[in-house]
């Protein structure tokens, strides 16, 4: 009788430490569930490339953005990449009505990111669209005011390296007249790899987007939330003129990444890492 009673009080014993457990890790599991602090909220982001890219150099960034949960469109502009529009046809409208009609597309709103001449194209986007998109965030981008071109605000960059090996073709484009600088002056803290992988795919640029006015507004453009990322090592839009394009424009949320002119290249990890930032 006396080892029965022993035996009921061990296993008594032993149900209620499991009982205990038990609730312990649901109770665990169901405060990590409930607190939307553990974990970032997921955004929709739409990456546009600058000139002489295409989609395809978003690809890094575009991993690494999914590995944290975000949902990520590459916009492939006309006439870059694999895309086989004729160059002399292409104009800015058409960049922007490629990202305009991807956004579209989607539910909700998105950060929009624009590289370099990728800045014209989204800010050219917003003007047309501003209720789609939840933030602009340039990376080392042209930032036009009202009225401006690709054209005049490079030209005006005095510490420019890229307008010295750029020459106008009777195809209708623009191109690099000595392929040996591009990755110099795009990307030389990139990897070797990289660099074959840009000039391997180097396209010409559609001549009119350089020359064309961009034309915005307060109450459209200026209405949109905008973040820029500076390029603190570019050779291609120099740090002072990255400073006075963001200053006109405005933009108080600045933060720098010390690379050369292509961060989605060369520091993909960096600048995914931030885009989630600025994004939450």
């Known amino acids: 009788m006396k080892l029965t009673k022993i035996y009921h009080s061990q296993i008594l014993k032993a149900a209620c430490l499991l009982l205990m457990v038990t609730t312990a890790v649901l109770f665990t599991s169901c405060k990590k569930d409930a607190d939307p602090t553990t974990s970032k909220p997921v955004k929709t982001f739409v990456l546009v490339h600058g000139a002489f890219q295409g989609a395809y150099s978003w690809k890094q960034v575009k991993e690494d953005l999914e590995k944290q949960g975000q949902r990520v469109l590459t916009v492939e502009l006309p006439g870059h990449g694999d895309d086989k529009t004729d160059p002399a046809t292409i104009t800015m ?6 990202v305009v009609s991807t956004i579209q597309g989607l539910t909700g709103k998105v950060i929009l990111v624009g590289h ?26 042209f930032v036009p005011a009202n009225g401006q071109s690709l054209q005049e605000l490079s030209l005006g960059d005095p510490d420019s390296k890229l307008k010295l090996i750029l020459q ?37 640029d559609p001549i009119a987007p350089f020359a064309e006015n961009v034309m915005l507004s307060i109450g459209k453009f200026g209405s949109v939330n905008k973040s820029y ?21 405005a933009i108080k949320d600045v933060y720098d990444l010390q690379s050369s002119h292509c961060p989605h290249l060369s520091k993909p990890v960096e600048l995914s890492n931030l885009l989630v930032k600025i994004s939450n």
């Open 229 to 249: 990322i500076r390029t603190i090592n570019d050779l291609a839009i120099g740090l002072a003129a990255q400073n006075k394009m963001l200053t006109a424009a």
């Open 116 to 141: 370099s001449m990728g800045g014209m194209v989204i800010s050219a986007t917003a003007e047309a669209i501003p209720e789609k998109i939840e933030r602009l965030i340039y990376v080392g981008a």
């Open 168 to 204: 106008p073709t009777a195809q209708g484009t623009i191109e690099i007249n000595d392929l040996s600088k591009l990755t110099e002056v795009f990307c030389a803290d990139a990897s070797t790899a990289l660099k074959t992988e840009l000039l391997s795919k180097y396209r010409p």
């Open 93 to 98: 409208d058409s960049y922007k009505n490629k």
